[in-house]
């Protein structure tokens, strides 16, 4: 195996149907022949589309990412209800079509969908991931088990529908963390009176990161195989990810400060026009200008303070 600092930074990985996120971080190490690997928060087996992982030192930023807003493209089905909220499941209800088409018109669907478009408590499925005493809800589902669930806040910021054939909908969620989209499908379906499921899910965005630029496990194995050179190219560097803060290289004088993760007084910046404000994030480089850390700037005692290190 490499060293932790093999390779630092963020993979934009495509992931595919039938891989929970753990198995695509179990198959990017032996990929990459590394340890220090770890996803950025969970998407369902069946679901495809974007999941960054992060490498080496910048698994500390994994909670950071898990933390952004996501957008998905599902495509829905009313009239059925199932005990995962999905078409894996076993059916626990349904709806003919014909009384589905008979409740439901377009106009109705799309009034129902934009009530959505809030900030809403939503209940977690029960094969879902979250923990409750100690055990994923998952767990207890497999065993026939249903336990008491908290809702969650979560906030849909936009939902569009934006294919209607029904008893069967797509629409396009950009979203806040912790939303389950097959919980929302639920919850239309619901208010419709008619339930529904999710028949498919697509992750297209987290944060930055989109899924035009994500790459698929099977090609990131064929370049490490044949142009294990071109792995970098592949790879989003900490500094570049973390580009909208200021950057600060350091005089050679204080270099050991860094690296020490001390702080660092303001007159030891190479860039005496910086002009901070108290709590300001910064990235901070060594007087090589190779990024190690972030930095928080504490203006009354003009100090930068360690934030988040990253040291390689």
């Not at 589309?49 to 495509?75: F, H, N, Q, W």
């Not at 829905?76 to 439901?104: H, I, N």
């Not at 094969?127 to 088990?145: T, W």
């Amino acid at each position: 195996m490499r060293s932790e600092a093999a390779y630092c930074g963020i993979i934009n990985v495509f992931k595919e149907a039938g891989y929970t996120s753990n198995d695509v971080v179990a198959k990017l190490r032996g990929i990459l022949r590394m340890r220090k690997i770890g996803h950025t928060g969970t998407l369902d087996p069946q679901a495809v589309g974007v999941l960054p992982v992060c490498l080496g030192p910048a698994t500390r930023i994994c909670s950071m990412l898990t933390d952004e807003d996501k957008e998905y493209e599902c495509v829905c089905r009313l009239g059925v209800t199932t005990d995962t909220l999905d078409m894996t499941g076993t059916v626990t209800a349904s709806v003919p079509d014909e009384e589905v088409l008979q409740k439901v018109s377009p106009e109705l669907l799309a009034g129902t969908a934009g009530r959505f478009v809030c900030t809403y408590e939503q209940l977690p499925p029960m094969y879902s991931a979250v923990k409750i005493g100690g055990k994923k809800l998952y767990e207890y589902a497999r065993r026939g088990e249903t336990v008491e669930r908290r809702t969650r806040s979560v906030t849909i910021h936009s939902l569009d529908i934006t294919d209607v054939s029904l008893p069967v909908f797509k629409m396009r969620i950009r979203c806040s963390k912790g939303t389950y989209i097959r919980s929302l499908c639920s919850d239309i379906g619901d208010a419709l009176g008619t339930g529904a499921v999710m028949e498919s899910l697509v992750r297209t965005r987290v944060g930055r990161f989109g899924i035009d630029s994500a790459v698929s496990l099977e090609r990131l194995e064929n370049i490490m195989k044949t142009e294990p050179e071109k792995i970098p190219g592949c790879i989003m560097t900490l500094d570049e990810y973390f580009d909208r803060y200021a950057r600060i290289i350091v005089k050679p004088d204080a270099a050991r400060f860094l690296l020490n993760g001390n702080p660092v007084r303001f007159d030891q910046a190479g860039d005496e026009t910086f002009s901070p404000e108290n709590g300001d994030i910064v990235r901070m480089c060594d007087d090589n200008g190779r990024f190690l850390a972030l930095y928080s700037t504490d203006c009354s005692r003009e100090l930068f303070i360690p934030y988040k290190m990253f040291l390689l």
